[in-house]
């Protein structure tokens, strides 16, 4: 019973994985650009302060 469960709980980890390394890969694009955006704005305020 227990090989039985632990058979069908890997493949289900490993579809999880690579569904998340997907989505991440997917959104690492955006992340990227909020990140810059972040960074502009965040810039441009010290920049206004002095």
Do not use: D, E
């Not at 090989?3 to 690492?28: E, H, K, Q, Y």
Request: include cysteine.
């Amino acid at each position: 019973m227990s090989g039985v469960t632990r058979f069908s709980v890997i493949p289900l980890s490993r579809v999880f994985s690579v569904i998340f390394n997907n989505l991440f890969i997917a959104m690492s694009p955006t992340l990227l650009q909020f990140r810059t955006n972040c960074f502009i704005l965040y810039y441009l305020k010290l920049i206004q302060l002095h």
